[in-house]
C-alpha cells in the first residue's frame, strides 16, 4: 500500500515550488528565451483628460533598429471596436486613439531589434494634445460638468450590465443598492463617520511580460496571467478568430494579488502581433506596472445605531469605489463590497447605496479581498465607536451581535460555515484580550483592538479539471488554476492523493496553457480551493471509480501498475478522467439587492492587535498581532498559516504605509524609491495566525479558500488600538505618523 500520510488533506507539506522561489531558480515569463522577436515600448500620454489631434512618429520611425510604429488610429483603423476591452465595460483601448483618459495611457508603440531602442524611440514621438476638463476627484466626478466616457459600453462577459448600454452624461458605471427593513429607524445611540481609503498599488515582485507571436494562422501567447480562459476569449474577440486559433500559455506567477487579472498587455501584444504579424515581446518597466492597474481609492459616509439596550437597530452606508478611467471589474467590486458594507452583525434595518465612479486616473481593478478591506475600515471603525460611546468592551459588543450559522445576513443570505465568533474568540485569546495592559509612561502610550471581517467568495464560477494516472502510478492533473505563490498546485495534488491514496508528490499538475488545461473562470477571490478543489476532487474520485471497476470491484493503490498494464497490454500507458464543478447563485433583487445566494461560501476572520505608539513621533509599532481565519477545513495548515500571515503583513501596509499619490492626475509617486512599504522592521513583533476550522457542506472535504481573509480587518484592529491607546479616532488611511501627531495636537487644542 501506498504511504497514506504522504501529503494527504490535512497534512502539513511545503509547496513543491519553495526551494526554487525563494532561490530565484523558478523560471517566470521574462525568463523564458523568446528567440527572434521585435521588442515593444509605448509611449504614454502627459495629460489627463485630452483629445488627439495628432501623434507624430517620424523621428521615431528614423531611429536605427526601429522596425515599426502602430497608434491607436492604427489599430482602431484595421481592428474597429474589437479594439475596446474589458471585463465590465468595453471601454479600454489597448492603445489609446481620439482621446486619452489618464496620465500614463499608451498611445503609440514602437517594434524595434532590442528594448533599449525601443524605448529611446518612444522618446522621439510628439503628441498634439486638444485639453479636456479633467476629473481628478469622486466629488468632482459625481457633479457631472464632465464625463470620462461619453457613453457606457457593457461587455459581453457579464450580462447582468446589459441593461446600461447607452447611457449617457454619467461617470457612474454600475450602482448597487441594498434595502433591508426600515431605513428611517432610529435608536439612542448613533455614529457616525466619513472613511477615506486611498488607491494603492500591489507591488508583486515579478513583473507584467507577455509574448505574443502568430503560427499556421493562429495566435499564440506566453503572459503572466491570473486569468487565461478569459484571456484566450478577449484575443479570440479582438482578432475576430475561432477558440481554436487562440492559445494562451502561462508560468507560475511571481506574485500577483489582482495585478495580472483580464486586460493587462495582453491585447496590446495580441494586436501588435496580428497587424505586423511577428513575434513581439512586451515587458512593463516597474514604473508603467504602477500605472497598469490600482486597487480602488474608495469614500465611505456611513453611521451605526443601537438603541438604550446597546442592540444595533440601523446600519447606513453611501460607498463610492474610484475606478479610475477604465471600470474593469469595478462593477463586481461595487456590489461585492457593497452588500458587506454593514459587517457582520444582525442588524434588523440596512440602507447602503455603492457606486462604481470613473475619473481620469490610472483604472483599479481587483485587489487582494477586491474592495472589502475598504468598507471593513468603515464598519469596524463604527462598531469599535459605538462600543466605546456606550461604555461597553469592543471585543464583546462585537461578540454580542455577530451574525451565527443560520442568521441570514442584510443582503439576505443566510450564514454558514462562518465563525465569526471562534475566529474573534481566538484572537483576543491570542493577544491575551482580558489581562491587564501596561499603558505606558513618557512618550509611549499602548493600546489594543480588534476587528471583524466578511466577504463572499466569487459567484457563480466555472472549473474543470482532467486527471491522467499513469502506468507507473504516478499521476497528471490539468486545471488553469495558476499557481502564483498561493501553493495551489500542491494542495490540489493532496487532494489527488488523498482520494487515491498517492504520494502527493508524485502528483505533477500541469502549467495553464488553454491548448492542454480545461476551462476555468479565473484565478481568483480565493476562489481556486473550493471551486477547483471540488472538481479535482470529482476527478480523482472518477479515476478511483474507473480503477476499481478495472480491477473488478476492488482497488488497490499498490497494484495500480500491474493492472494498468495488463489491461493496456503495454507499458506507459495511461487512464483519463474528467469532471466540472459550478457553482450557482440567485441574483440579487432589483428593488432590495437581497438575495437568498448571493455567494457559494463566506470568509469569516478576525484580527486581535497590541500596540505601542511614540507620541513624539507617531510612530507605531505592533507589538502582537493575530489574524483568524475560518477555512473550513485546512488542505495544508501550514499554507493557510503561510496565506493569514501573509495577508496580514500586507494589511499592515495598507494601514500605516501605502497610498498612491496622486496630483493633478499626475502619479507622484510610482516608483519603489517613493513609495513606501513595510519593511522587515515594521514587523509585528510576534505575529501568530490562527486556523479556524467550521466545515462546508459542499466544500472539498469541507475545504474552503484563504487568501484573503487575513487581510479584511488589519486597517481596522489597528486604527482601534491607536483610539485605545490615545484617544484619537482616524478615518483616513494610511494611519501615518504625520497624521497620528496632527491628531493628537488636534485633540490637544
Not at 133 to 141: G, H, Q, S, V, W
Not at 153 to 174: E, I, K, Q
Not at 225 to 246: A, E, F, G, H, K
Request: hydrophobic fraction near 40%.
Amino acid at each position: 500500500m501506498a504511504d497514506n500520510t504522504a501529503g494527504h488533506v490535512g497534512d502539513r507539506r511545503a509547496r513543491f515550488d519553495m526551494r526554487g522561489r525563494v532561490r530565484g531558480a523558478l523560471g517566470h515569463v521574462a525568463d523564458q528565451p523568446a528567440g527572434p522577436c521585435a521588442h515593444v515600448a509605448v509611449h504614454r500620454s502627459t495629460q489627463p483628460h485630452a483629445t488627439i489631434r495628432a501623434v507624430h512618429v517620424e523621428d521615431a520611425l528614423a531611429i536605427d533598429g526601429v522596425y515599426a510604429v502602430a497608434t491607436g488610429a492604427d489599430l482602431y483603423k484595421q481592428f474597429g471596436d474589437r479594439l475596446l476591452t474589458g471585463p465590465a465595460f468595453a471601454d479600454q483601448p489597448a492603445l489609446a486613439y481620439e482621446k486619452v483618459r489618464y496620465v500614463g495611457e499608451p498611445i503609440a508603440a514602437v517594434l524595434a531589434a532590442d528594448l533599449a531602442t525601443a524605448r529611446a524611440a518612444v522618446d522621439a514621438i510628439y503628441v498634439d494634445y486638444g485639453e479636456l476638463d479633467p476629473i481628478y476627484d469622486l466629488e468632482t466626478a459625481l457633479a457631472g460638468e464632465s464625463f470620462v466616457h461619453e457613453e457606457l459600453r457593457p461587455s459581453a462577459v457579464f450580462g447582468d450590465l446589459r441593461h446600461l448600454r447607452g447611457v449617457r452624461d454619467t461617470n457612474v458605471n454600475y450602482e448597487y443598492n441594498l434595502r433591508n427593513g426600515d431605513p428611517s429607524a432610529e435608536g439612542a445611540h448613533t455614529v457616525r463617520g466619513q472613511f477615506w481609503a486611498p488607491p494603492t498599488h500591489h507591488v508583486p515582485i515579478e513583473l507584467p511580460c507577455t509574448v505574443a507571436w502568430v503560427e499556421s494562422g493562429r495566435l499564440e501567447m506566453l503572459t503572466t496571467t491570473q486569468t487565461p480562459s478569459y484571456v484566450r476569449q478577449t484575443i479570440s474577440d479582438l482578432l475576430d478568430l475561432p477558440l481554436s486559433q487562440v492559445r494562451v500559455m502561462t508560468r507560475p506567477l511571481g506574485g500577483s494579488f489582482g495585478a495580472k487579472m483580464y486586460d493587462r498587455l495582453e491585447p496590446l501584444a495580441a494586436a501588435l502581433a496580428w497587424h505586423f504579424q511577428r513575434k513581439v515581446r512586451i515587458v512593463a518597466s516597474r514604473e508603467e506596472a504602477f500605472l497598469l492597474t490600482t486597487r480602488h481609492g474608495a469614500a465611505v459616509t456611513a453611521s451605526l445605531t443601537a438603541d438604550e439596550n446597546g442592540e444595533l437597530v440601523g446600519a447606513n452606508a453611501d460607498v463610492a469605489y474610484d475606478t479610475g478611467a477604465y471600470a474593469d471589474v469595478g462593477p463586481r467590486i461595487t456590489a461585492k463590497s457593497g452588500m458587506v458594507a454593514a459587517g457582520p452583525y444582525k442588524i434588523a434595518n440596512a440602507t447602503v447605496r455603492s457606486r462604481c465612479v470613473y475619473t481620469n486616473k490610472p483604472s483599479a481593478g481587483p485587489f487582494r479581498g477586491f474592495g472589502v478591506p475598504q468598507v471593513t475600515w468603515s464598519h469596524e471603525t463604527l462598531i469599535d465607536e459605538l462600543a466605546h460611546e456606550l461604555g461597553e468592551d469592543p471585543y464583546r459588543f462585537r461578540l454580542r451581535h455577530l451574525l451565527r450559522e443560520g442568521d441570514v445576513a442584510p443582503m439576505g443570505t443566510k450564514m454558514h460555515s462562518a465563525d465569526f465568533v471562534g475566529c474573534l474568540d481566538a484572537v483576543a485569546e491570542a493577544i491575551d484580550w482580558d489581562a491587564p495592559l501596561d499603558r505606558g509612561t513618557g512618550r509611549i502610550r499602548r493600546g489594543k483592538g480588534v476587528a471583524v471581517g466578511v466577504k463572499a467568495v466569487l459567484t457563480p464560477t466555472i472549473a474543470n479539471a482532467v486527471l491522467q494516472l499513469n502506468q507507473d502510478a504516478s499521476a497528471t492533473l490539468m486545471i488553469s488554476t495558476v499557481d502564483m505563490g498561493q501553493g495551489s498546485d500542491t494542495i490540489m495534488a493532496q487532494i489527488v492523493a488523498d482520494v487515491l491514496e498517492l504520494d502527493s508528490a508524485r502528483v505533477h499538475v500541469v502549467k495553464a496553457d488553454t491548448d492542454v488545461t480545461p476551462y476555468d473562470t479565473i484565478t481568483a477571490g480565493s476562489r481556486s480551493t473550493y471551486h477547483t478543489g471540488n472538481a479535482v476532487r470529482r476527478v480523482a474520485e472518477a479515476m478511483r471509480a474507473k480503477l476499481t471497476d478495472l480491477a473488478g470491484g476492488s482497488y488497490d493503490p499498490a497494484g495500480l501498475p500491474e493492472l494498468i498494464r495488463g489491461h493496456f497490454g503495454a507499458r506507459g500507458a495511461t487512464v483519463t478522467t474528467e469532471a466540472n464543478y459550478t457553482s450557482t447563485w440567485v441574483p440579487y433583487d432589483k428593488e432590495t439587492g437581497r438575495s437568498e445566494k448571493v455567494t457559494e461560501h463566506w470568509f469569516a476572520g478576525a484580527v486581535g492587535v497590541k500596540i505601542s505608539v511614540d507620541t513624539a513621533t507617531g510612530r507605531v509599532k505592533i507589538d502582537h498581532m493575530a489574524v483568524a481565519g475560518d477555512v473550513g477545513k485546512a488542505i495544508n495548515p501550514m499554507l493557510v498559516e503561510q496565506q493569514l500571515t501573509g495577508a496580514a503583513i500586507m494589511g499592515i501596509g495598507h494601514a500605516l504605509f501605502d497610498q498612491l499619490v496622486i496630483d493633478q492626475g499626475q502619479l507622484i509617486n510610482g516608483t519603489l524609491l517613493d513609495y513606501q512599504l513595510p519593511s522587515i522592521r515594521d514587523l509585528p513583533g510576534r505575529l501568530t495566525p490562527i486556523v479556524v476550522e467550521s466545515p462546508h457542506d459542499t466544500g472539498p472535504f469541507g475545504a474552503k479558500g484563504v487568501g484573503e481573509t487575513g487581510i479584511l480587518g488589519i486597517a481596522p484592529a489597528i486604527g482601534n488600538a491607536i483610539r485605545d491607546a490615545l484617544g484619537i479616532r482616524l478615518t483616513t488611511l494610511p494611519m501615518t505618523p504625520e497624521s497620528i501627531i496632527a491628531a493628537l495636537d488636534e485633540e490637544d487644542r
